[in-house]
């Protein structure tokens, strides 16, 4: 079965610029993956991010962008708030379903 | 606003069957093209999906869960279900139901539930 990967864990300064990515365990993450992302915090249920590779979902700041770098899906966050401090899952449609990513724990200190 | 709404019994013995529901409201479940889908996670883990269902009934499972899950809808009651049979302990977990977008170009969950935990114990 296919695996979708992603950084176990990641930092970012506040203000600062992260990019978490979310490639596969064989081949590369192109648009027709249809892309996703989402945010979660402890206790919560998931919040949608960006679809489509690069779509923000409605009332997300503009802080936080999607992308595709290389052979990778990527969510780029500019200038890091300490709330932005959550788990980040990427998600890849593969046709008959969909795969999500393991997650990344990204931490603002 | 469309809402979703998990609900089911919080506690479940092993080898029985979970069941589960997901009520839908702010907007009929058979309108637009929409799929349904479960998702799950146990604690301290990450994401899991485990299936969708189109109203039309036509269903996708995980492969790791085909053959224990069966997903259902219930256009009169604006309802889908989730049933897991063989339960074990590897089941425990936060089960979310959400929302499909799709069309041509995307494909995401649009909307979740807040999640119900389902815990297998005898």
């Known amino acids: 079965q296919t695996v979708v990967t992603q950084e176990p864990s990641f930092s970012v300064s506040p203000g600062g610029t992260v990019t978490l990515t979310c490639g596969l365990s064989?081949?590369?993450?192109?648009?027709?993956?249809?892309p996703s992302w989402y945010q979660q915090t402890p206790g919560q249920a998931p919040r949608t991010l960006i679809y489509?590779?690069?779509t923000r979902s409605s009332g997300v700041p503009d802080r936080f962008s999607g992308s595709i770098l290389g052979n990778k899906a990527a969510l780029t966050i500019t200038g890091a708030q300490a709330d932005d401090e959550s788990d980040y899952y990427c998600?890849?449609?593969?046709?008959?379903?969909?795969?999500f990513g393991g997650g990344t724990k990204l931490t603002v200190l | 606003q469309v809402q979703l709404q998990e609900s089911g019994p919080g506690l479940v013995k092993p080898s029985q069957t979970l069941s589960l529901t997901c009520t839908v409201s702010?907007?009929?479940?058979?309108?637009?093209?929409?799929?349904w889908s479960w998702i799950r996670q146990p604690a301290g883990k990450g994401l899991e999906w485990i299936g969708r269902?189109?109203?039309?009934?036509?269903?996708n499972y995980n492969p790791s869960l085909k053959s224990r899950v069966t997903i259902s809808v219930d256009t009169s009651k604006n309802q889908f279900s989730l049933k897991l049979s063989s339960v074990t302990a590897a089941d425990t977990a936060v089960y979310y139901c959400?929302?499909?977008?799709?069309?041509?170009?995307?494909?995401?969950?649009?909307?979740w539930g807040q999640g119900t935990l389902v815990t297998v114990s005898s």
């Open positions: 959400a929302r499909v977008d799709h069309g041509s170009g995307w494909y995401y969950f649009d909307y």
């Open positions: 702010g907007g009929s479940i058979s309108s637009g093209s929409y799929y």
């Open positions: 269902i189109y109203t039309s009934g036509s269903t």
């Open positions: 064989s081949g590369s993450v192109s648009t027709s993956y249809y």
């Open positions: 489509s590779t690069n």
């Open positions: 998600v890849l449609y593969m046709g008959s379903g969909m795969v």
